[in-house]
Each structure stands twice: as structure tokens, then as C-alpha cells.
């Protein structure tokens, strides 16, 4: 049973299974967690619940490996149940199976991720608070939550921190950029000198997220610094870490740095090629932007929809609609059309191009409207003069319960502006 469950055969545990039923084995729990373990980890978690309510013994590993189970298969809903009923009975969770309920609580929503305390309580109450493997998932799991304060409270109360704890505070500290502040992302920085301090030795991911901190903090020269030690420690050829670089040289306007980055590493993936492509925008490098993407597609790798909203952001910047035409017709031949980044792309684009039907047509066209969509199609009216138009589409945004942001008023406002409506402005300020 245990080498079917490594290998993942399914039909040949499920023939030992019926062997262990003829043979009259199925009664002792050791083998009735071994097929429970079994069919979990061969993703048949129906029959690994059947044997788990027929077994005439448990322990805490039938249910650990339950837990364990739901959880791989991303039922989060059973695991709950599981977990709740667990605690009810009394029975304790291993650090493996606490593992894997604290990755479910960081990686699902909100209703998931509300039991986070709990989880924490049990593995205080289960003596494995100083476990550095959770310690390391569950600072990683506050931070993804937004609870920085817990994570950073949690992170201090871990007496002997490795690198896999720090990892996970770095990145914690600086995972929502447009929610932190300057303060927090120096402590990311901070927290990396104290690693190099205590003679710890920095993997790919520390230097992948101190990187990002220093892109979010516009600290260049620290960024150099890092990069200094990436090559010390030869990491420069890992793609982790290679488009991280890239931002940073980029999002200082050090274009040649970041080129020399991309040129720099073994192997180019789509990630890489985009923080390229996506850098050429930003510093306004549209036509190299362009070129870059055909140099992609002639490299056999596929553009995902990020890097096409981004070549569209060029062609827009560049008022070539045919060019953009052309990308909008690979999106969609590629399964990506019915994205939204691209839609709200290609609306910007028709409307710099002067097409105000065309942008209309593909709004139309779209199945979600966010409030980027909403803002475009009411900014390219207002910038072509069609007042009374783009007020209407914003009287429709307000309808749909699509909450207005400052470049959707400043939209509303030019609209108003060039129509010569002042009252209808004066409403809106």
C-alpha cells in the first residue's frame, strides 16, 4: 500500500485492498490508515472517507492523513469539517497534517483563512510552536492574510530563526506593495542584514523577495548590493531571481542594467521576457517592446496575458491599430480574449488610435467590466469630445455597483470639461 500510494496506482491499491478484505486485515488500524493514506494521496478522497467511517479503530493518524488528504485536493470545505470535528474530539493534529491545514488557510479565502487563529492555537497547544517548518507557514500564512502585525509578533517569538523563518518574514513584509509602507519595506531590508549577520547562508528566495523590496522602496543602490552577493553566491543565472533584477533596473530607468540582466541568463522564460517587455513600456521603449514580443514568439515560448495586455499597452502608446489588431486576433486564437486585462487594453488602444466604435464594440464584447474597463471606454469619449456618451456610460458603471476611482472621475470631469457641462460637472466634485 505504501509504494502505491508513492507511485499514485490507484487500480493496484484497490486490488491489495480487496486482498486485505478476503485476507480479513481491513480491522487493525495500521492498515486501515495505510488505505485511507492510500486513496488520499491518489486523489480518491470519497473512498478514503468510506474506509476512514468503517475503520473499527482510529488514531490521530486516521485523521491526520484525512486532513491531509482534503487538503491536497483543495476541499477546503471537508477539511474544515474534519479539522473542526477533530477538535471536538480531543485528537491532536502532527506537524505534517498542521502543515498542510496552515497552507490551505493561506492560500483560500476569506472564509478559510478566518480559522487562522485556531490553527495557531493548536499548534501551541500541540507543543510545536518552535517547529521552524511551522513557524515558517505560519508567518507566511498571517502575511498573505494582511495580519502583518501577527506575523511580525509570531516571526519575534521564534527563538532560533533559520533562513526558511527569515525567507518568509521578507517576503510577508513586502507582499502588497501598494499596502505597505516605506517603513515596512526597510525592515525587509534590515531583516536581510541580520540573516547575513548571523552567518546564515541566503537562498534564492531570500534574494528574490529582498530584491522586490528594494524595487518597492526605490532603493537602487541597495538593489546593486543585493545583486553584488546574487553573483557571489551564483545565482545570477536563476530565473527566480533574474526577473526581479530586471523590475529593479527597469523601475530605476537603468536600461542598459536591466538588458545586460535578461542578455545574462541561461535560459529566458515567459516571466523573464515580460518583466522585459513590460520595463521597454514603462520607460517608453515602445517599438523595442514590440520587437522584443516577436523576438518571444520566434523563441517557441507562449505570451501569457499579462505580456499581451502589455505589447497592447505599446501598440496603444504608439497609435497603431493594425499592429494591435493583430495581437488582439493571437489573444483570442490563443484562449486569452476573454480576459479582462486584455479587453480594458484594447479599448485604450482604439480609443488612442481615435476608434471610439471599435473601443465600444470590444466593451460591448467583454464578459466582466471592472472598473478599469468602465474608466477607458468613459475617458476615450471624453477625450474625442462624445460628452453626453461618456456620461451615460458612467450613470451605467454607478448602476452596475462598479465603485468609481480618480481615474474614472477624472474622466467624468473632462467629459463635462469638453461639452462645456458645467453644472453635470460641478454634481461630480
Known sequence: LAACSRAGRLREGKAVHALAVLEGLTGGVFVSNSLVSMYARCGDMGQARRVFDAAQERDDVSWNALVSGYVRAGAHDDMLRVFALMRRSGIGLNSFALGSVIKCCAGSDDSVRD????????????????????????????????????AVALFKSVHDPNVVVFNAMIAGLCRDGAAVGMDVLREALCLYSEVQ???????????SSVIRACNLAGDLEFGKQIHGQVIKYCFQGDDFIGSPLIDLYFNSGCMEDGFRCFRSLPK????????????????????RALTLFHELLAAGLKPDPFTISTVMNACASLAVARTGEQIQ?????SGFGRFTAIGNSCIHMYARSGDVDA???????????????????????????????????????????????????????????????????????
Not at 275 to 285: D, F, K
Open 115 to 150: 480559522i487562522a487563529a485556531a490553527v495557531h492555537g493548536c499548534v501551541v497547544k500541540a507543543g510545536l510552536d518552535s517547529d521552524v517548518f511551522l513557524a515558517s507557514a505560519m508567518v507566511d500564512m498571517y502575511a498573505k492574510k494582511g495580519a502583518l502585525s501577527e
Open 197 to 207: 549577520s548571523q552567518g546564515m547562508e541566503p537562498t534564492e528566495f531570500t534574494f
Open 268 to 287: 529566458q522564460d515567459v516571466v523573464t521576457w515580460t518583466a522585459m517587455i513590460s520595463g521597454c513600456v514603462q520607460n517608453e521603449l515602445f517599438e
Open 329 to 333: 486576433c493571437f489573444a483570442t486564437k
Open 359 to 429: 473601443a465600444v464594440r470590444r466593451f460591448q464584447e467583454m464578459e466582466l467590466h471592472d472598473v478599469v474597463s468602465w474608466s477607458a471606454i468613459i475617458s476615450s469619449h471624453a477625450q474625442h469630445g462624445c460628452a453626453r456618451e461618456a456620461l451615460r456610460f458612467f450613470s451605467e458603471m454607478v448602476d452596475a455597483k462598479v465603485v468609481p476611482n480618480e481615474i474614472t472621475f477624472l474622466g467624468v470631469l473632462t467629459a463635462c470639461s469638453h461639452g462645456g457641462l458645467v453644472d453635470e460637472g460641478l454634481r461630480y466634485v
